[in-house]
């Protein structure tokens, strides 16, 4: 969440301010302190000065308005990503610019006290741009997401009921295997094919499982570091009602356990859970701002 804001002439005054925080710098001196760091990047470096690393870990965005002599400046959450940082001041220096272009192009002194009723717009822009994050949601999160699990997994078992007499005609042509009498080369084939095919299915069902719900889980988690962390609970609590699910049914479905199917493809599974919940949370963070903590 933006914790101050900042609009500033070239010249360096300060027309604009908004504070969510309480602040003891003088607006009018961190402005012409910004202007001056600016002009001194573009003289000095020949490159516009874009942020600055503030050591209380909070970072300070300058974005210039290509449409107009404005320049904004953000001191936002240090786990604010700072492509959404800019698209939000670039949206309120065009709203800004719209609303007060006959000014800012006459260099109007009256600016200052007009725009204070630019707060509205603020409002405005902000709305649905910002999401809390809380240990609440993460479970939130992993409820969802494994309500999702359930329902691919009865969809998955579904389209197997229906093609199963399907399998089983493609399956009558292959030699009764008899291991008494050794192997010949059409009964290793044809084991061959059927694992392959057993393995594969049993592979895209468990990875069809955890792909989206872990990205959704990340996502209402809403952080990278609280995605990785919601898809190992996920992979984790499934493995253990997979155990307890095999434990329950054992023998009713003749040899198959697919917690066993679990164990084996486990490393590849929590890693697709992992980079699916990382990307999950990483999109949280690049579409919404954290919310300002209560000081």
Avoid at 250 to 265: K, M, R, S, T
Wanted: charged letters at 15%.
């Amino acid at each position: 969440m933006f914790h101050s804001l900042y609009i500033i002439l070239q010249n360096g005054t300060c027309v604009f301010t908004r504070h969510y925080r309480k602040s003891r710098v003088d607006d009018q001196l961190l402005s012409g302190f910004i202007s001056a760091l600016g002009n001194f990047s573009r003289e000095a470096l020949g490159s516009n000065l874009q942020s600055i690393k503030l050591q209380s870990g909070e970072q300070l965005s300058i974005l210039k308005y290509q449409y107009a002599p404005i320049i904004g400046i953000v001191i936002a959450d240090p786990r604010d990503h700072p492509s959404l940082i800019s698209t939000i001041l670039n949206r309120i220096l065009q709203d800004f610019t719209e609303e007060f272009r006959k000014e800012i192009t006459a260099n109007d002194p009256k600016l200052v006290g007009l725009t204070q009723k630019f707060n509205k717009n603020i409002d405005e822009i902000l709305k649905g741009k910002v999401s809390t994050r809380s240990p609440l949601k993460m479970i939130l999160g992993n409820i969802i997401s494994f309500s999702l699990m359930i329902l691919i997994a009865i969809l998955m078992i579904r389209g197997i009921v229906r093609f199963s007499p399907l399998l089983e005609t493609n399956l009558a042509g292959f030699p009764t295997i008899n291991f008494s009498d050794g192997i010949d080369p059409n009964e290793f084939m044809a084991l061959q094919t059927i694992t392959g095919t057993t393995t594969g299915i049993l592979l895209l069902m468990l990875l069809g499982l955890f792909f989206l719900p872990s990205i959704l889980s990340g996502y209402i988690a809403g952080s990278e570091k609280r995605g990785i962390l919601n898809a190992i609970l996920l992979s984790s609590i499934t493995g253990g009602l997979l155990f307890l699910g095999g434990r329950i049914a054992e023998g009713q479905f003749g040899d198959l356990n697919i917690f066993w199917w679990f164990i084996i493809f486990s490393p590849l599974i929590i890693f697709i859970a992992i980079v699916c919940g990382y990307y999950g949370g990483h999109l949280k963070v690049k579409h919404k701002l954290w919310p300002l903590e209560k000081t």
